[in-house]
């Protein structure tokens, strides 16, 4: 039984917790899970086993004392083995711990593992692991995909039964499409509030950190302590952070909130419709005005475009990846050339290759201008419509995937461009950088759906009021 995550929290300072024994327990819990579900790349226990140890000494005045920590495999984890997924980077392990993670270790969370998700982060399903790699199952039917990239993260955030949150990233959508399908909080904020120092990239002027579980306290106390400006992070911002689970306690009334109308129409699953339907019902129950909004170029161009920028920056990215630097190496053979096509060809999974072909097409000299610029163009005018949308609105509102988790059968029918296609809500606040969080309203038959909101710059504190009113609902009914 979890308690409320205060209590527990002030239990662990005050010593009233055995530390050492409720990490075995817990090691002991996730390995089980990880047998069935592959929501892990690595368990960590040594280092969940000696961070609980110095905890008996020093808990006192932690504000994450004895909170349970899952890391997505591309964030680094000192010493612990981080690849993003990828086969490239096996062996891989981090001399430093990215700033995120030191965040969460000084306040005293314990670090269990790191969870698994599409190479890299290339994928909406946590279906495109990397060479070697388990594909994690969805916690709630075995059959079904996670959703991803951040499908561990999600997954154990689910079954775990003890008090936890994991650390997931996001580039177009990585954070809410896993926690819509497994029935979790995924809350990614404001690009730049939390630090990438760490993080492996995938695409620098999109990648994001945020918190993921099932509890809204310790989802709000770790977003607080891991946001914040950081020297080794130049596109770190300099503001202030928030006590956002002050915020959990704030009423709604009044605030107004855009049904983004694109997203009410062809291509959604009339379960998730039906959700959409509901949610607005309980928004205006618990006193928030609700409106349909258009958002017209950004639901007809956020795929394209996030697609073409995200590839181009994935490829230069991926290009250290030579055999010569960092990652896997093989016995040098041929030219450069074909060397490093030797050691890709080995290493890397059939998305990666596919993306670094689109990205590099799309930024090539001769047809630069035509693609990679004119998404750049895209995006201001998608931050414009956002901009404007938000001169009228506290929040927006649509479905966090147009589908409900697909069964494996399922989900390998579809082609690369069906699969891009899943990104279709979710690709628009990352290419804004804008913050928002998928909660889990509502289930279809035992299936979660999730339902995403989307705030104004720096305004992740509106997200935190709405989860907080939300489940004060959940209580009252
Ligand atoms: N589905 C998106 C992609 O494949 C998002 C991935 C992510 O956010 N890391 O690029």
Avoid: W
Avoid at 73 to 92: F, H, M, P, Q, W
Avoid at 153 to 158: E, L, T
Avoid at 179 to 205: E, H, K, M, Q
Avoid at 392 to 406: A, E
């Amino acid at each position: 039984m979890k308690m409320r995550i205060d209590e527990y929290i002030e239990k662990v300072q005050n010593g009233k917790v055995d530390m050492v024994l409720k990490t075995k327990k817990v090691l002991a819990e996730i390995k089980k899970i990880n047998k069935e579900y592959h929501y892990f790349n690595v368990i960590c226990e040594d280092l969940a086993l000696e961070q609980a140890k110095t905890l008996k000494k020093n808990a006192k005045s932690k504000r994450l004392a004895g909170l349970f920590i899952s890391v997505k495999d591309c964030i680094n984890v000192k010493d612990v083995e981080s690849t993003a997924g990828s086969r490239i980077l096996k062996g891989y392990k981090p001399l430093f711990n990215a700033t995120a993670v030191q965040r969460v270790i000084d306040e005293g969370a314990i670090i269990i593992g790191k969870t698994s998700q599409d190479e890299f982060g290339f994928g909406s399903f946590a279906t495109n692991v990397g060479l070697g790699y388990k594909t994690p199952l969805n916690p709630v039917d075995k059959k079904r995909v996670c959703g991803g990239s951040s499908g561990g993260s999600g997954g154990i955030s689910k079954l775990a039964s003890f008090e936890h949150v994991s650390l997931g990233e996001s580039t177009g959508g990585s954070i809410v499409a896993p926690a819509s399908f497994c029935g979790v909080i995924g809350f990614c904020p404001t690009y730049g509030r939390v630090s990438r120092y760490g993080l492996i990239d995938y695409g620098n002027s999109l990648d994001k950190i945020g918190a993921m579980g099932t509890n809204p306290e310790a989802v709000a106390l770790v977003q607080e302590v891991i946001s914040g400006h950081d020297q080794k992070d130049s596109t770190s911002l300099e503001v202030p952070t928030v006590d956002y689970a002050e915020y959990l306690e704030k009423s709604i009334k009044g605030f107004k909130i855009g049904v983004i109308e694109e997203s009410m129409g062809k291509g959604v699953d009339v379960q998730v419709m039906e959700a959409l339907n509901q949610t607005i019902k309980k928004l205006e129950f618990i006193g928030a005005k609700v409106k349909k909004i258009s958002l017209k170029q950004i639901t007809d161009y956020a795929v394209p475009t996030y697609y073409i920028l995200a590839t181009t920056e994935a490829s230069t990215n991926l290009a250290k990846y030579c055999g010569m630097r960092y990652g896997a190496h093989e016995k040098l053979e041929g030219s450069f050339n074909d060397y490093f096509s030797t050691v890709r060809s080995k290493h890397l999974g059939e998305e990666a290759k596919r993306r670094i072909m689109l990205g590099s097409f799309a930024r090539m000299a001769g047809y630069r201008d035509a693609y990679y610029i004119k998404a750049q163009q895209s995006r201001q005018l998608m931050v414009k419509e956002y901009q404007k949308a938000f001169k009228d609105y506290d929040l927006l509102l649509c479905p966090t995937m147009p589908v409900i988790p697909p069964t494996f059968n399922e989900a390998k029918k579809l082609t690369p461009l069906q699969n891009y296609m899943m990104d279709v809500m979710t690709a628009g606040p990352n290419l804004a950088g804008l913050p928002h969080a998928s909660i889990p309203l509502i289930e279809h038959k035992g299936l979660p759906i999730g339902m995403m909101f989307i705030a104004d710059q720096l305004k992740e504190e509106k997200l935190f009021q709405l989860i907080g009113a939300l489940q004060q609902d959940e209580v009252q009914n």
